[in-house]
């Protein structure tokens, strides 16, 4: 190409590799990569993406790694082409976990979806991943897809719901006010799928009740929580709290909470009373 004086540029390179790569001259395609850098012409996405598919096709993940990491340190960001290359090696490799954690690190909610069905196609995929991109989509409001995907979570792929998601699904539904559906679901997730609720199930469905129905209504939640030796959490103390000068709540309520096993919970709630005596309010 030099001898013609034709001058090559990133679109003539990026075929010329991705012929070498197809035709198993790896090696050379590598060359023409640092060739590229000589005479500075920038590579692009499309670049790394067909080197990165050619590693990984050998289950070379190590590899193709490698050339993420060049590809990164250029300042160009990943994309799920890439993304899925990666999960191809790993499944050659049978490297389940690894595929999991390159999962986990995907930061664009709607590259991980495409992600997932690739783990969901070729790899066994856990109740983890399901959760992961649950509490994702709620807290992007996409309510329509997370409740698609608690549905399809035991539905196709036999997977049991467990307590994580149930609180992701609770806590989703009470943000969008859909307050009865979060406490049919809290009550259903022992009853019909042997999932006790815990802590965070118990202060998630009180966030709800308090800002979004009666208050009162959640008192026997309240005294359900503490009788099972559970406690309120920071964000429960302080919506309690400030409903105390609003005459909304009974003080004995509170009570309870700050002799509940949780010395965080009794330090929240003492700092909470002792300033609402100071504003003459206890």
Known sequence: ????????NVITYNSLIYGLCTSSSRNKAM???????????????????????????????????????MMIQRGLIPHVIIYNSLMDGYSLRSQVD?????????????????????IESRLKCDVVGYNILMDGLWKAGR????????????????????????????????RQRFVDEAYE????????????????????IIHGFLRHKDPLEAMDLILEMVSKGFSADA???????????????????????LNSPDTKSHKIGSSGLSAAATQGTC
Not at 1 to 8: E, L, N, S, T, V
């Open 235 to 257: 964000t429960t103390m302080s919506l309690l709290l400030e409903m105390l000068p609003k005459n909304q709540l009974d003080h004995p309520i509170l009570q309870k909470l």
């Open 31 to 69: 060359m023409l990569l640092h060739e590229m850098a000589d005479r500075k012409i920038m590579p692009d996405k499309f670049t790394y993406s067909i080197l990165v598919d050619s590693f990984c096709k050998e289950g070379n993940v190590l590899g193709a790694k490698v050339i993420l990491k």
């Open 98 to 118: 690894k595929a999991r954690k390159l999962f986990d690190s995907m930061a664009n909610l709607d590259d991980a979806l495409a992600l997932f069905q690739v």
């Open 143 to 174: 309510e329509k897809e997370a409740r698609e995907m608690f549905s399809r979570l035991s539905r196709e792929n036999c997977l049991q719901p467990d307590t994580r998601t149930y609180n992701i699904t609770i806590n989703g539904l009470c």
């Open 1 to 8: 190409m030099g001898d013609r004086k034709i001058q090559p």
């Open 185 to 204: 679901l809290f009550r259903k997730m022992e009853a019909e799928d042997s999932c006790v609720p815990d802590n965070c199930s118990y202060n998630v």
